[in-house]
């Protein structure tokens, strides 16, 4: 069985720092056999605000099947103002009302320029994922003095935060495994014997 994750990177800034995280978590996610991840940037989606048109209604088409078909999300923000971004708010918002990330599990990774780290937007990514009726894990990354963490070409150059931020991919598996995957094998079960 083929475990589809999806990752969302929250910023959309040039050589933006969400996404070298984001990318450590993918490569610990793309380490696991049988699991297939699709990263999301959300600037090429051009999506649009909540109530007017698309203008590219096919790839948001897609970015919403993508969504609907994972069996687990990875979402990263960064810190902006005390929230998460709004490239971030924007894509939850595109992701229809029910939501498609309605009873996905989610893990969450926040990352910032202060000491403080990613605390609140990581609280809030929590709320807002709970409120659409997806299943926020209950640890939630948060990287502080992010531009200490990774060098110019996108290393991460401390570990303590490395293992952290592999932690937020590590936590999706085991909800997976431990949570989701006996409920799918036990359906595929009664489908097989006709009891669907
Ligand atoms: C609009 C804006 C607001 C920000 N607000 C905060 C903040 O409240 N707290 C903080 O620690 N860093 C803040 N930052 C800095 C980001 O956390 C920093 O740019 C970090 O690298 C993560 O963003 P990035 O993924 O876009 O690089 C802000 C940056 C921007 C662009």
Do not use: W
């Not at 937007?121 to 659409?132: D, G, K, P, W």
């Amino acid at each position: 069985m083929t475990i589809n994750i999806v990752a969302i990177c929250g910023s959309v800034r040039p050589g933006n720092y969400t996404n070298m995280a984001l990318e450590l978590a993918v490569s610990e996610l793309r380490s696991v056999p049988n699991v297939k991840v699709t990263t999301i940037q959300l600037a090429p989606l051009d999506l649009p605000l909540p109530g007017l048109p698309a203008k590219q209604p096919d790839a948001i088409a897609q970015f919403q099947l993508q969504v609907k078909e994972a069996t687990g999300v990875l979402l990263a923000s960064p810190e902006y103002h005390g929230g998460i971004s709004s490239p971030m708010k924007l894509a939850i918002d595109n992701l229809g009302f029910p939501s498609m990330l309605a009873g996905k599990p989610v893990s969450i990774l926040g990352v910032a320029a202060g000491t403080i780290g990613a605390v609140k937007s990581t609280e809030q990514l929590r709320a807002i994922c709970a409120h659409v009726g997806a299943v926020p894990l209950p640890l939630a990354v948060s990287i502080a003095h992010v531009q200490q963490v990774f060098d110019e070409s996108g290393r991460c150059t401390d570990p303590a935060a490395e293992k952290n931020i592999r932690r937020a991919a590590t936590s999706l598996m085991d909800y997976i495994n431990n949570a989701v995957c006996p409920k799918i094998s036990l359906e595929a079960i009664m489908r097989e014997q006709g009891d669907d």
